[in-house]
């Protein structure tokens, strides 16, 4: 089962608010990636955590804050975002991290909109 | 110069057509290459992994050309449900095995 969930699918939220992305996989993956996505453009990596912790941070702004509470779970926690962040923000997976021969598989998203 | 460079299209053609993309990446370091379909508001789905000269899979050919740095995708009987964008992904070698998208390919198969 190549399953990844990501809750919400839709988040709508003002430039004030706190929310929070969840992601879930039981693929005993211990990998776990947050991709932001444009439209017509590919998807651009944010953070990497691997055996559960923090291996990379694209130079995220920090208004975006990951957390990996354990080896199935990521979330990504929002805080006073801005309207260009407005985009798919998708989770993946992948056996390890830093491996060559890493299929990465993909959540359907959450598509945020920033009013 | 991208990395990873994909002519976006869009091809269009009709059902029962052959259909070839082609990518090609800039680092002789790359050394994994995938291809990933994605729909219109969904989330890229691995299509093909291309780990040797090639492999094939139903109506899908992919085939690596180390020596030139270009990756293919063929299609074959395009069907309606082919019309997608396809993207060229890479792992460069000691790069923590981060993918390198290319912008994506837009194939729309007609009737």
């Known amino acids: 089962d190549t399953e990844v969930t990501q809750t919400p699918k839709h988040l709508v939220m003002g430039m004030t608010n706190k929310k929070s992305l969840k992601c879930e996989q039981h693929?005993?993956?211990?990998?776990m990636y947050w991709y932001k996505q444009k439209a017509k453009k590919p998807p651009e990596l944010m953070f990497v955590?691997?055996?559960?912790?923090?291996?990379i941070n694209e130079s995220v702004p920090s208004r975006f804050s990951p957390e990996c509470p354990n080896s199935s779970l990521l979330n990504l926690h929002l805080h006073a975002l801005q309207p260009e962040d407005s985009a798919l923000y998708l989770c993946?997976?992948?056996?390890?991290?830093?491996?060559?021969?890493?299929?990465?598989?993909f959540g359907p998203g959450t598509r945020l909109t920033v009013l | 110069r991208k990395e990873v460079e994909q002519d976006p299209g869009p091809f269009n053609v009709p059902e029962g057509a052959t259909v070839a993309f082609n990518c090609t990446y800039s680092?002789?370091?790359?050394?994994?290459f995938f291809w990933y379909r994605q729909d219109c508001r969904k989330e890229p789905k691995l299509l093909m992994s291309?780990?040797?000269s090639g492999n094939e899979d139903g109506r899908f050919t992919a085939q690596l050309n180390r020596a030139s740095q270009y990756i293919s995708l063929l299609i074959r009987d395009s069907k309606l449900s082919d019309s997608a964008t396809y993207l060229c992904?890479?792992?460069?070698?000691?790069?923590?095995?981060?993918?390198?998208f290319g912008q994506g390919t837009t194939l729309q198969v007609k009737p």
């Open positions: 992904v890479v792992i460069v070698s000691g790069n923590t095995g981060k993918l390198i």
């Open positions: 291309v780990y040797s």
């Open positions: 693929m005993g993956h211990r990998a």
């Open positions: 993946a997976s992948s056996q390890v991290a830093g491996d060559a021969y890493n299929e990465q598989f």
């Open positions: 680092n002789s370091a790359s050394q994994s």
């Open positions: 955590y691997s055996y559960e912790k923090l291996s």
